[in-house]
Nanobody
Framework: QVQLVESGGGLVQAGGSLRLSCAAS????????MGWYRQTPAKSREWVATISWSGRPSYADSVKGRFSISIDNTKSTAYLQMNSLKPEDTAVYYCNVEENRPDRNKYYWGQGTQVTVSS
């Protein structure tokens, strides 16, 4: 069962913009946070941005001021607006969702979407 559906990746020139979306299925109940990580072949997966269910965002220093994360609670969908993209933003972007559970919170990952920024 696919629980997270990502979309919005692609190829863009440096300075351009892309918008990623991540939709969580109804099987994921009590969402605490939604966010994105990214990974390249040369690097381990790194955190990009997170937003709480109440709408509080957090950003990695590398994307602060350029990326904006938002959430639509009615659709259980998070969005990552990426502006002023740089070649070093090239990576596979993975959506991550944290579900509140009584015993231990559970984490879900999307399938990943490729973002390529050309110079």
């Amino acid at each position: 069962q696919v629980q997270l559906v990502e979309s919005g990746g692609g190829l863009v020139q440096a300075g351009g913009s892309l918008r990623l979306s991540c939709a969580a299925s109804e099987s994921i109940g009590n969402i605490n946070e939604m966010g994105w990580y990214r990974q390249t072949p040369a690097k381990s997966r790194e955190w990009v941005a997170t937003i709480s269910w109440s709408g509080r965002p957090s950003y990695a220093d590398s994307v602060k001021g350029r990326f904006s994360i938002s959430i639509d609670n009615t659709k259980s969908t998070a969005y990552l607006q990426m502006n002023s993209l740089k070649p070093e933003d090239t990576a596979v972007y993975y959506c991550n969702v944290e579900e509140n559970r009584p015993d231990r919170n559970k984490y879900y990952w999307g399938q990943g979407t490729q973002v390529t920024v050309s110079s």
